[in-house]
């Protein structure tokens, strides 16, 4: 399975928040903010740090992606 956070980019644009502004407010490393925008996984503390500040569900910024199947 496959992470997607592109639900937390678009709230970050609702509410007019950059990366730098989560990452002061939810007190997460710069080096969680790169793997968030790479796609990668991050600790389940980090995304409860983030659901906290933006007040939301955790379903509310991230889903899971199913593996694409090859082709035979």
Do not use: R
Request: aromatic content about 4%; proline content about 3%; hydrophobic content about 40%.
């Amino acid at each position: 399975m496959e992470v997607s956070y592109k639900k937390l980019w678009k709230l970050l644009i609702d509410k007019d928040m950059k990366k730098k502004d989560l990452q002061s407010a939810a007190g997460i490393s710069w080096s969680s903010v790169t793997k968030l925008s790479k796609g990668e996984t991050v600790s389940m503390e980090v995304l409860m740090k983030i659901c906290k500040v933006l007040n939301c569900d955790i379903g509310d910024i991230m889903e899971l992606l199913p593996e694409e199947a090859p082709e035979s």
